[in-house]
Protein backbone atom coordinates (compact mmCIF):
# COMPACT_ATOMS: atom_id res chain seq x y z
CA UNK A 1 0.00 0.00 0.00
CA UNK A 2 1.21 3.28 -0.82
CA UNK A 3 1.94 5.60 1.79
CA UNK A 4 2.20 9.47 1.79
CA UNK A 5 3.48 11.78 4.54
CA UNK A 6 0.59 13.90 5.78
CA UNK A 7 -2.04 11.55 5.23
CA UNK A 8 -5.20 10.95 7.55
CA UNK A 9 -6.46 8.14 9.01
CA UNK A 10 -8.68 7.65 5.99
CA UNK A 11 -9.27 4.28 7.25
CA UNK A 12 -10.81 5.73 10.44
CA UNK A 13 -12.62 8.58 8.65
CA UNK A 14 -14.17 6.13 5.93
CA UNK A 15 -15.99 4.23 8.62
CA UNK A 16 -17.93 7.55 8.99
CA UNK A 17 -19.38 7.14 5.47
CA UNK A 18 -21.65 4.63 4.61
CA UNK A 19 -22.23 4.91 0.89
CA UNK A 20 -17.98 4.06 0.68
CA UNK A 21 -19.00 0.58 1.83
CA UNK A 22 -20.77 0.39 -1.20
CA UNK A 23 -20.39 -2.15 -3.88
CA UNK A 24 -21.62 -1.45 -7.52
CA UNK A 25 -21.41 -3.32 -10.85
CA UNK A 26 -21.60 -7.16 -9.80
CA UNK A 27 -19.44 -6.89 -6.60
CA UNK A 28 -16.87 -4.00 -7.34
CA UNK A 29 -15.91 -1.65 -4.97
CA UNK A 30 -17.10 1.98 -5.46
CA UNK A 31 -13.97 4.25 -6.11
CA UNK A 32 -15.37 8.01 -5.56
CA UNK A 33 -13.57 10.50 -7.38
CA UNK A 34 -16.22 13.15 -7.97
CA UNK A 35 -15.90 15.34 -4.53
CA UNK A 36 -16.05 18.10 -6.88
CA UNK A 37 -19.53 17.76 -8.08
CA UNK A 38 -20.41 16.71 -4.23
CA UNK A 39 -19.43 15.26 -1.41
CA UNK A 40 -20.26 11.88 0.51
CA UNK A 41 -21.92 12.73 4.17
CA UNK A 42 -20.64 11.11 7.36
CA UNK A 43 -23.43 9.45 9.92
CA UNK A 44 -22.74 12.54 12.00
CA UNK A 45 -24.85 14.30 9.69
CA UNK A 46 -27.14 11.85 8.28
CA UNK A 47 -27.94 11.43 12.23
CA UNK A 48 -28.15 14.98 12.86
CA UNK A 49 -30.84 15.44 10.00
CA UNK A 50 -32.74 12.10 11.16
CA UNK A 51 -32.59 13.44 15.06
CA UNK A 52 -34.43 17.13 13.74
CA UNK A 53 -37.32 14.92 11.80
CA UNK A 54 -37.73 13.04 14.33
CA UNK A 55 -37.47 15.43 17.22
CA UNK A 56 -37.58 18.85 16.71
CA UNK A 57 -39.78 19.76 12.90
CA UNK A 58 -40.86 22.86 13.27
CA UNK A 59 -41.11 26.24 11.42
CA UNK A 60 -38.41 28.71 12.83
CA UNK A 61 -38.63 32.28 14.51
CA UNK A 62 -42.69 32.26 13.96
CA UNK A 63 -44.10 29.65 17.08
CA UNK A 64 -43.69 29.82 21.00
CA UNK A 65 -44.47 26.36 21.42
CA UNK A 66 -41.40 24.48 21.90
CA UNK A 67 -40.41 22.70 18.55
CA UNK A 68 -40.95 25.86 17.38
CA UNK A 69 -38.05 27.30 19.72
CA UNK A 70 -36.26 24.33 19.46
CA UNK A 71 -35.93 24.11 15.99
CA UNK A 72 -35.31 28.06 15.88
CA UNK A 73 -32.20 27.71 18.32
CA UNK A 74 -30.93 25.02 16.03
CA UNK A 75 -31.38 26.48 13.52
CA UNK A 76 -29.64 29.72 14.62
CA UNK A 77 -26.84 27.87 15.91
CA UNK A 78 -26.06 26.34 12.65
CA UNK A 79 -25.10 30.04 12.02
CA UNK A 80 -22.89 31.03 14.57
CA UNK A 81 -20.87 27.74 13.50
CA UNK A 82 -20.78 29.03 9.89
CA UNK A 83 -19.57 32.24 11.25
CA UNK A 84 -16.83 30.50 13.43
CA UNK A 85 -16.14 28.16 10.56
CA UNK A 86 -15.25 31.25 8.36
CA UNK A 87 -13.87 33.90 10.76
CA UNK A 88 -17.05 35.84 10.01
CA UNK A 89 -16.88 39.63 12.53
CA UNK A 90 -20.32 38.71 12.97
CA UNK A 91 -23.41 36.25 12.87
CA UNK A 92 -25.76 38.83 11.41
CA UNK A 93 -23.48 38.85 8.23
CA UNK A 94 -23.91 35.04 7.54
CA UNK A 95 -27.11 34.55 5.05
CA UNK A 96 -27.89 30.98 4.27
CA UNK A 97 -29.73 30.07 0.69
CA UNK A 98 -30.21 27.10 -0.51
CA UNK A 99 -26.82 26.55 -2.82
CA UNK A 100 -24.00 28.71 -4.01
CA UNK A 101 -26.04 29.75 -7.42
CA UNK A 102 -28.36 31.15 -4.95
CA UNK A 103 -26.01 33.09 -3.20
CA UNK A 104 -24.49 34.56 -6.35
CA UNK A 105 -27.49 35.36 -8.04
CA UNK A 106 -28.88 37.09 -4.56
CA UNK A 107 -25.61 39.32 -4.94
CA UNK A 108 -26.08 39.94 -8.63
CA UNK A 109 -29.74 40.92 -8.05
CA UNK A 110 -29.36 43.23 -5.16
CA UNK A 111 -26.49 45.12 -7.18
CA UNK A 112 -28.83 45.56 -10.41
CA UNK A 113 -31.93 47.40 -7.95
CA UNK A 114 -29.22 49.31 -5.23
CA UNK A 115 -29.37 52.94 -5.09
CA UNK A 116 -25.98 54.61 -5.42
CA UNK A 117 -22.80 54.04 -4.93
CA UNK A 118 -23.65 50.43 -5.16
CA UNK A 119 -25.50 50.50 -8.36
CA UNK A 120 -24.58 48.29 -11.74
CA UNK A 121 -26.05 50.37 -14.84
CA UNK A 122 -25.06 51.29 -18.02
CA UNK A 123 -21.93 53.59 -17.03
CA UNK A 124 -20.67 51.27 -15.33
CA UNK A 125 -18.45 47.71 -15.72
CA UNK A 126 -18.70 44.05 -14.16
CA UNK A 127 -15.57 41.87 -14.19
CA UNK A 128 -15.51 37.86 -13.85
CA UNK A 129 -12.82 35.28 -15.39
CA UNK A 130 -12.87 32.92 -18.21
CA UNK A 131 -12.31 29.94 -15.83
CA UNK A 132 -15.66 30.70 -13.95
CA UNK A 133 -18.64 28.21 -13.04
CA UNK A 134 -21.71 28.78 -14.93
CA UNK A 135 -23.04 30.26 -11.63
CA UNK A 136 -21.24 33.00 -11.64
CA UNK A 137 -21.01 33.69 -15.66
CA UNK A 138 -24.86 33.81 -16.26
CA UNK A 139 -25.93 35.89 -13.26
CA UNK A 140 -23.00 38.62 -14.52
CA UNK A 141 -24.54 38.35 -18.34
CA UNK A 142 -28.29 38.47 -17.16
CA UNK A 143 -27.60 41.98 -15.24
CA UNK A 144 -25.49 43.23 -18.18
CA UNK A 145 -28.18 42.42 -19.98
CA UNK A 146 -30.28 44.22 -17.96
CA UNK A 147 -28.89 46.90 -16.87
CA UNK A 148 -26.73 47.45 -20.35
CA UNK A 149 -23.23 47.80 -17.81
CA UNK A 150 -20.18 46.18 -19.83
CA UNK A 151 -19.40 42.60 -19.06
CA UNK A 152 -15.15 41.89 -19.01
CA UNK A 153 -13.44 38.94 -17.78
CA UNK A 154 -9.66 38.06 -17.74
CA UNK A 155 -8.28 35.49 -20.09
CA UNK A 156 -6.32 32.34 -19.27
CA UNK A 157 -2.65 31.43 -19.67
CA UNK A 158 -1.71 28.43 -21.49
CA UNK A 159 -1.10 26.20 -18.35
CA UNK A 160 -4.31 26.99 -16.61
CA UNK A 161 -4.16 30.07 -14.50
CA UNK A 162 -5.52 33.68 -15.08
CA UNK A 163 -4.05 36.28 -17.02
CA UNK A 164 -3.57 39.32 -15.02
CA UNK A 165 -1.10 41.04 -17.31
CA UNK A 166 -3.77 43.98 -18.03
CA UNK A 167 -5.57 44.21 -14.81
CA UNK A 168 -5.49 48.03 -14.90
CA UNK A 169 -7.41 47.20 -18.19
CA UNK A 170 -9.40 44.98 -17.15
CA UNK A 171 -10.10 46.47 -13.39
CA UNK A 172 -11.23 50.10 -13.90
CA UNK A 173 -12.56 53.26 -12.25
CA UNK A 174 -15.93 52.12 -14.31
CA UNK A 175 -15.78 48.95 -12.40
CA UNK A 176 -18.73 48.20 -9.84
CA UNK A 177 -18.01 44.31 -8.73
CA UNK A 178 -15.54 41.61 -9.44
CA UNK A 179 -16.82 38.15 -9.05
CA UNK A 180 -14.10 35.41 -9.40
CA UNK A 181 -13.71 31.85 -8.17
CA UNK A 182 -10.86 31.16 -5.36
CA UNK A 183 -10.27 27.53 -6.51
CA UNK A 184 -11.92 26.43 -10.65
CA UNK A 185 -13.82 23.63 -10.32
CA UNK A 186 -12.99 22.18 -13.45
CA UNK A 187 -8.37 23.41 -13.64
CA UNK A 188 -8.24 23.18 -9.95
CA UNK A 189 -6.42 26.39 -9.97
CA UNK A 190 -6.05 28.54 -7.01
CA UNK A 191 -6.48 31.73 -8.00
CA UNK A 192 -4.43 35.07 -6.86
CA UNK A 193 -6.65 36.60 -4.09
CA UNK A 194 -4.37 39.61 -2.81
CA UNK A 195 -3.36 41.14 -6.52
CA UNK A 196 -7.00 41.18 -7.57
CA UNK A 197 -8.61 42.67 -4.57
CA UNK A 198 -6.28 45.33 -4.30
CA UNK A 199 -6.76 46.11 -7.64
CA UNK A 200 -10.52 46.42 -6.95
CA UNK A 201 -9.89 48.47 -4.04
CA UNK A 202 -7.76 50.96 -5.75
CA UNK A 203 -10.85 51.91 -7.80
CA UNK A 204 -13.60 51.12 -4.84
CA UNK A 205 -14.99 47.77 -6.81
CA UNK A 206 -16.77 45.29 -4.69
CA UNK A 207 -15.25 41.65 -4.40
CA UNK A 208 -17.83 38.50 -4.91
CA UNK A 209 -15.43 35.38 -4.14
CA UNK A 210 -17.39 32.09 -5.03
CA UNK A 211 -15.37 29.25 -2.27
CA UNK A 212 -17.63 26.67 -3.46
CA UNK A 213 -14.46 24.72 -4.08
CA UNK A 214 -12.23 25.89 -1.05
CA UNK A 215 -14.64 26.06 1.61
CA UNK A 216 -14.72 22.30 1.95
CA UNK A 217 -10.80 21.83 1.32
CA UNK A 218 -8.93 24.40 3.71
CA UNK A 219 -9.58 26.94 6.37
CA UNK A 220 -11.45 29.91 5.00
CA UNK A 221 -11.07 33.18 6.54
CA UNK A 222 -13.53 35.85 4.84
CA UNK A 223 -11.65 38.57 7.10
CA UNK A 224 -8.38 37.12 5.80
CA UNK A 225 -9.74 37.48 1.94
CA UNK A 226 -10.86 41.26 2.42
CA UNK A 227 -13.86 39.98 -0.10
CA UNK A 228 -17.28 42.28 0.28
CA UNK A 229 -19.08 39.01 -0.24
CA UNK A 230 -17.90 34.70 -0.25
CA UNK A 231 -20.23 32.44 -1.04
CA UNK A 232 -20.22 28.73 -0.74
CA UNK A 233 -22.76 25.48 -0.95
CA UNK A 234 -23.02 22.69 1.98
CA UNK A 235 -23.17 19.20 -0.47
CA UNK A 236 -19.82 19.63 -1.42
CA UNK A 237 -18.18 20.04 2.19
CA UNK A 238 -20.25 16.67 3.67
CA UNK A 239 -23.65 18.80 4.43
CA UNK A 240 -26.61 18.18 2.83
CA UNK A 241 -28.07 19.43 -0.85
CA UNK A 242 -30.38 22.38 -0.51
CA UNK A 243 -28.12 24.42 1.70
CA UNK A 244 -25.78 27.16 0.77
CA UNK A 245 -24.18 30.33 2.10
CA UNK A 246 -23.48 34.18 1.40
CA UNK A 247 -21.47 35.68 3.77
CA UNK A 248 -21.36 39.76 3.18
CA UNK A 249 -19.79 42.89 5.13
CA UNK A 250 -22.67 43.93 7.19
CA UNK A 251 -22.37 47.78 6.21
CA UNK A 252 -23.44 46.38 3.03
CA UNK A 253 -25.77 43.89 4.00
CA UNK A 254 -27.50 47.11 5.56
CA UNK A 255 -27.57 49.29 2.59
CA UNK A 256 -28.43 46.93 -0.38
CA UNK A 257 -31.54 45.84 -1.27
CA UNK A 258 -33.69 42.42 -0.24
CA UNK A 259 -33.73 39.56 -3.28
CA UNK A 260 -36.58 37.95 -2.41
CA UNK A 261 -39.85 39.56 -0.85
CA UNK A 262 -42.08 37.37 1.78
CA UNK A 263 -42.76 35.75 5.35
CA UNK A 264 -39.99 36.58 7.77
CA UNK A 265 -37.86 39.32 5.79
CA UNK A 266 -40.12 41.81 6.64
CA UNK A 267 -40.08 44.55 9.42
CA UNK A 268 -43.68 45.95 8.38
CA UNK A 269 -46.51 45.01 5.92
CA UNK A 270 -49.02 47.31 4.93
CA UNK A 271 -50.99 47.69 1.78
CA UNK A 272 -49.32 50.28 0.86
CA UNK A 273 -45.57 49.62 1.81
CA UNK A 274 -42.93 47.60 3.77
CA UNK A 275 -40.04 47.79 5.65
CA UNK A 276 -37.45 44.97 5.43
CA UNK A 277 -36.25 43.41 8.87
CA UNK A 278 -32.03 43.51 9.91
CA UNK A 279 -29.85 41.15 8.07
CA UNK A 280 -29.87 38.40 7.65
CA UNK A 281 -33.74 37.84 7.86
CA UNK A 282 -33.58 40.29 4.98
CA UNK A 283 -32.31 38.03 2.53
CA UNK A 284 -33.97 34.71 3.91
CA UNK A 285 -37.92 35.14 2.66
CA UNK A 286 -40.16 32.34 3.56
CA UNK A 287 -39.72 29.40 5.62
CA UNK A 288 -35.91 28.61 5.12
CA UNK A 289 -33.64 25.27 4.53
CA UNK A 290 -34.01 24.42 8.32
CA UNK A 291 -33.07 21.05 8.13
CA UNK A 292 -29.90 21.61 5.70
CA UNK A 293 -28.69 24.18 8.08
CA UNK A 294 -28.50 21.78 10.83
CA UNK A 295 -27.15 19.13 8.99
CA UNK A 296 -24.20 22.16 7.20
CA UNK A 297 -24.05 23.18 11.08
CA UNK A 298 -22.86 18.68 11.86
CA UNK A 299 -20.58 18.65 8.75
CA UNK A 300 -19.10 21.57 9.85
CA UNK A 301 -18.65 20.25 13.46
CA UNK A 302 -17.21 17.02 11.57
CA UNK A 303 -14.91 19.21 9.52
CA UNK A 304 -13.44 20.95 12.00
CA UNK A 305 -12.96 18.34 14.45
CA UNK A 306 -10.23 16.96 11.91
CA UNK A 307 -8.94 20.34 10.95
CA UNK A 308 -8.90 22.02 8.02
CA UNK A 309 -5.03 22.45 7.89
CA UNK A 310 -5.04 18.46 8.33
CA UNK A 311 -7.21 17.95 5.36
CA UNK A 312 -5.57 20.56 3.23
CA UNK A 313 -2.30 18.66 4.17
CA UNK A 314 -4.47 15.31 3.17
CA UNK A 315 -5.35 16.71 0.12
CA UNK A 316 -2.04 18.17 -1.07
CA UNK A 317 -0.35 14.66 -0.53
CA UNK A 318 -2.80 13.39 -2.50
CA UNK A 319 -2.96 15.84 -5.28
CA UNK A 320 0.93 16.09 -5.44
CA UNK A 321 0.97 11.91 -6.15
CA UNK A 322 -2.04 11.71 -8.80
CA UNK A 323 -0.20 14.67 -10.47
CA UNK A 324 2.84 12.50 -10.70
CA UNK A 325 0.57 9.04 -11.38
CA UNK A 326 -1.02 10.69 -14.54
CA UNK A 327 1.39 12.30 -15.66
CA UNK A 328 2.97 8.55 -16.52
CA UNK A 329 -0.37 7.35 -18.97
CA UNK A 330 0.19 7.47 -22.06
CA UNK A 331 -1.68 10.54 -24.00
CA UNK A 332 -3.49 12.30 -21.05
CA UNK A 333 -3.20 15.07 -21.09
CA UNK A 334 -3.38 17.39 -17.35
CA UNK A 335 -5.73 20.90 -18.12
CA UNK A 336 -4.42 23.21 -15.70
CA UNK A 337 -1.67 22.94 -13.42
CA UNK A 338 0.77 20.02 -13.80
CA UNK A 339 2.08 20.87 -10.46
CA UNK A 340 0.60 20.49 -7.31
CA UNK A 341 1.33 23.85 -6.15
CA UNK A 342 -0.98 26.51 -5.97
CA UNK A 343 -4.22 24.01 -7.04
CA UNK A 344 -7.12 22.63 -5.42
CA UNK A 345 -7.70 18.71 -5.08
CA UNK A 346 -9.53 18.46 -8.79
CA UNK A 347 -7.85 16.94 -11.71
CA UNK A 348 -9.15 17.39 -15.15
CA UNK A 349 -7.80 15.84 -18.41
CA UNK A 350 -8.87 14.45 -21.81
CA UNK A 351 -6.11 10.11 -22.67
CA UNK A 352 -5.47 10.77 -26.71
CA UNK A 353 -8.53 11.06 -28.63
CA UNK A 354 -10.96 9.04 -26.28
CA UNK A 355 -14.04 11.38 -25.88
CA UNK A 356 -14.28 11.78 -21.96
CA UNK A 357 -18.16 10.55 -21.95
CA UNK A 358 -16.33 6.65 -22.90
CA UNK A 359 -13.50 7.42 -20.26
CA UNK A 360 -16.07 8.08 -17.95
CA UNK A 361 -18.50 5.13 -18.93
CA UNK A 362 -15.73 2.35 -19.54
CA UNK A 363 -14.36 3.79 -16.00
CA UNK A 364 -18.04 3.37 -14.01
CA UNK A 365 -18.07 -0.19 -15.47
CA UNK A 366 -15.08 -0.97 -13.35
CA UNK A 367 -16.43 1.11 -9.90
CA UNK A 368 -14.67 4.21 -10.37
CA UNK A 369 -16.86 7.49 -10.34
CA UNK A 370 -15.53 10.62 -12.07
CA UNK A 371 -17.51 13.11 -13.41
CA UNK A 372 -17.27 14.14 -17.43
CA UNK A 373 -18.16 17.08 -19.65
CA UNK A 374 -17.86 20.75 -19.44
CA UNK A 375 -18.26 21.28 -15.72
CA UNK A 376 -20.71 23.77 -15.70
CA UNK A 377 -17.48 25.74 -17.24
CA UNK A 378 -17.67 25.87 -20.62
CA UNK A 379 -15.83 28.60 -22.23
CA UNK A 380 -12.75 26.74 -20.18
CA UNK A 381 -13.18 24.31 -22.85
CA UNK A 382 -13.58 26.61 -25.47
CA UNK A 383 -10.12 27.92 -25.03
CA UNK A 384 -8.14 25.22 -25.02
CA UNK A 385 -9.74 23.85 -27.80
CA UNK A 386 -10.81 20.30 -26.13
CA UNK A 387 -15.03 19.35 -26.07
CA UNK A 388 -14.75 17.91 -22.74
CA UNK A 389 -13.06 16.30 -20.15
CA UNK A 390 -12.48 13.79 -17.01
CA UNK A 391 -12.38 14.93 -14.04
CA UNK A 392 -10.69 13.20 -10.82
CA UNK A 393 -11.66 15.21 -7.73
CA UNK A 394 -10.49 14.02 -3.83
CA UNK A 395 -11.70 14.77 -0.50
CA UNK A 396 -10.85 13.68 3.18
CA UNK A 397 -11.72 10.07 2.60
CA UNK A 398 -9.61 9.44 -0.65
CA UNK A 399 -6.81 7.15 -0.63
CA UNK A 400 -3.87 6.61 -2.38
CA UNK A 401 -5.29 3.18 -3.57
CA UNK A 402 -8.05 4.87 -5.15
CA UNK A 403 -5.77 6.80 -7.07
CA UNK A 404 -3.81 3.40 -8.50
CA UNK A 405 -7.20 2.00 -9.22
CA UNK A 406 -8.09 5.45 -11.59
CA UNK A 407 -4.77 4.92 -13.11
CA UNK A 408 -5.29 0.85 -13.45
CA UNK A 409 -8.68 1.85 -14.68
CA UNK A 410 -7.33 4.60 -17.34
CA UNK A 411 -5.39 1.71 -18.86
CA UNK A 412 -7.93 -0.38 -19.13
CA UNK A 413 -9.81 2.47 -20.97
CA UNK A 414 -6.75 2.43 -23.03
CA UNK A 415 -6.74 -1.07 -24.37
CA UNK A 416 -10.72 -1.07 -24.81
CA UNK A 417 -10.56 1.56 -27.31
CA UNK A 418 -7.01 -0.27 -28.73
Same mark, same amino acid.
Given at each position: ?90 ? !? ?46 ? @? ?11 ? @? ?55 ? !?????? /? ?40 ? /? ?78 ? %? ?10 ? %? ?48 ? /? ?6 ? !? ?10
Amino acid at each position: MTQLPGLLDTEAIRKDFPILDRQVHDGRKLVYLDNAATSQKPRQVLDALSEYYERYNANVHRGVHVLAEEATALYEGARDKVAAFINAPSR !DEVIFTKNASESLNLVANMLGWADEPYRVDSDTEIVITEMEHHSNIVP @WQLLSQRTGAKLK @WFGLTDDGRLDLSNIDEIITEKTKIVSFVLVSNILGTLNPVEAIVRRAQEVGALVLI !DASQAA /PHMPLDVQALQADFVAFTGHKMCGPTGIGVLWGRQELLEDLP /PFLGGGEMIETVSMHSSTYAPAPHKFEAGTPPIAQAVGLGAAIDYLSSIGMDRILAHEHALTEYAVKKLGEVPDLRIIGP %TTAEDRGAAISF %TLGDIHPHDVGQVLDEQGIAVRVGHHCARPVCLRYGIPATTRASFYLYST /PAEIDALV !DGLEHVRNFFG
